[in-house]
């Protein structure tokens, strides 16, 4: 039996790297690839596209949409890990922890988003939480995240790199900036659909003095509920929502001996793993809870994503070459 061909359209970028480089140790897939001088060819982009089993398309948002347009063949399947299509009609969205069909949904997709880091870790938070009317689908959700300057591409990897080179003294501090102060994030959208929610979250993004990893945080102001849940209530619904999930861990309550020097939660101890780790804290005196995720944004937040979506399209072990 034939092994499935495999196509990374863009595998010179940051996330196709990854992919490549994950892809390329397994035995159980034919990884096909362009030469160098024919990556930008359309043509021959087009012909690879349609020979494959999949397509993986790591590009611009526009590029992507040109590479989608070339589709001919109906058994080639795409997974696209721009933000082109993710919430566009007629793709499936590829986060299958996000409910009890989206695996399902996934394994007989044609094609395939893969989800945003920050969207990632957003959606593992809150999903249950609305699932399970914990929180009502009118309630205003803030969301405060911080993610390695890795998630910017090239330009801002390249930026970050040409800084350190240039330092005489290191530090301990990992000073950050936050960005999208317009407002309008492209993932708010993504976001927003898929929650349930009834508006659009509120996002503050940062970009951290690290290389990966990231934390997304959903504070909960839950005294402004008329019957707040405790956070024991909001612990055991998300416990409950990933039972038996591989790459969704939820970490013990309220565990003061995940936080580095007991006060710390750090951004980086997910990476090199396909795991998005869920925290609740909370104050049931005061009513407050914060949510947190952390996840490798180059990970679970991207490649490792795509890997376990094409083992899905593939109809392979889910796991293969994410352990």
Known sequence: MSKPK???DGEAG????QIHERLSQRDDIELVSLEESKRKDSNERAKIINSVDV?????????AREAVSFVSNSNVKILDASTAHRTAQGWVYGFPELNSKQREKISQAQYVSVPGCYPTGFLACICPLISKQLIPAHFPITINAVSGYSGGGKN????????HEK???VTSLHPYGIYGLQFGHKHVKEMHHYSGLA???LFVPAVGDFERGMLVQIPLPLWTLENPPSGQDIFQAIAN??????FVRVNTFQDSTLLRDGMFLDATTANGTNEVQLFVFSNDATKEALLVARLDNLGKGASG??????NIMLGVTETIGLL
């Open 6 to 8: 495999v196509f990374i």
């Open 14 to 17: 940051t996330t196709g790297l």
């Open 55 to 63: 397509a993986i398309l790591c590009l611009p948002d526009d590029a």
């Open 156 to 163: 801002l990897i390249n930026k970050y790199e040409a800084f």
């Open 167 to 169: 330092q005489t003294e």
């Open 199 to 201: 508006s659009p979250p």
């Open 241 to 246: 929502y990933y039972q038996g999930e591989t």
């Open 305 to 310: 994503a795509a890997v376990q979506n094409l």
